[in-house]
């Protein structure tokens, strides 16, 4: 796909322009035990060897790992998202996650995010109890006040959850990374139709890349 420039502000802008100090953000998208660890979603119960936690345990995971420390070592700001109610009951959910039986309670274990992603204390976890992170957050009034411009997305599902963050934030007015290799969904067909169904909101890069950009606003 060719890529579109504009001129604003008197600067060439592309999706894939070049990442700005103090104005890049990484996303981590719902890294939470109940969906990262073997069998413990309810609705969606994945045995270790499945093709979905392989991927997860054995690309993903060390993936964000490996940008999350970049991101750290740089001083740029990392955000979570995880799925979980304001109340014990779930009845603050949307409507779909009650048809879909999807609830999580509020300060649950299984709603935890993952050992190696463990925020720090600067790093803003936002709960939510949609699909779409910027339907019941106020993440886009955070990203503002962050300055952020460029907003790199990882995490899971590729076609769901992610998916949702992609194309809102991207219709927010920010310049979206999705990073393909740091993102899993339930089947490799699944992940691939994904990335070509909202490839046009995004830059689409790998982990290497994304990790070489971050590291160079450290000079």
Same mark, same amino acid.
Not at 16 to 25: L, M, P
Not at 153 to 160: E, N, P, S
């Given at each position: 796909m060719n890529e579109f420039s504009i001129e604003v502000g008197g600067q060439t802008v592309r999706r894939?322009?070049?990442?700005?100090?103090?104005?890049?953000?990484f996303l981590l998208v719902d890294m939470q035990r109940i969906w990262a660890e073997p069998m413990m979603d309810p609705t969606h119960p994945?045995?270790?060897? %499945?093709y979905f936690m392989k991927r997860v345990h054995e690309m993903v995971i060390p993936n964000q790992v490996r940008i999350l420390n970049a991101f &750290?070592? /740089?001083g740029e700001n990392v955000l979570h998202t995880i799925i979980e109610s304001l109340t /014990?009951?779930? &009845? @603050?959910?949307?409507?779909?996650?009650?048809l879909s039986d999807m609830h999580v309670p509020k300060g649950a274990p299984e709603g935890a995010i993952i050992a190696p992603l463990t925020p720090t204390e600067n790093e803003p976890?936002?709960?939510?109890? %949609?699909s779409g992170l910027f339907n019941s957050t106020n993440a886009d009034y955070v990203l503002r006040n962050l300055d952020t411009r460029f907003l790199i997305?990882?995490?899971?599902?590729? @076609?769901?959850c992610v998916d949702m963050a992609v194309r809102d934030a991207a219709d927010r007015g920010y310049l979206v990374t999705l990073v393909h290799d740091a993102c899993a969904t339930y089947t490799p067909e699944r992940h691939e139709a994904a990335l070509r169904a909202y490839g046009g909101y995004c830059w689409i890069t790998d982990t290497d890349t994304v990790v070489a950009r971050i590291n160079a606003l450290k000079c």
């Open positions: 894939s322009s070049d990442y700005e100090k103090g104005r890049t953000s994945h045995p270790a060897d %499945s &750290r070592a /740089a /014990a009951d779930g &009845r @603050d959910r949307s409507l779909d996650h009650k976890v936002l709960p939510k109890t %949609s997305i990882a995490g899971i599902v590729t @076609d769901q």
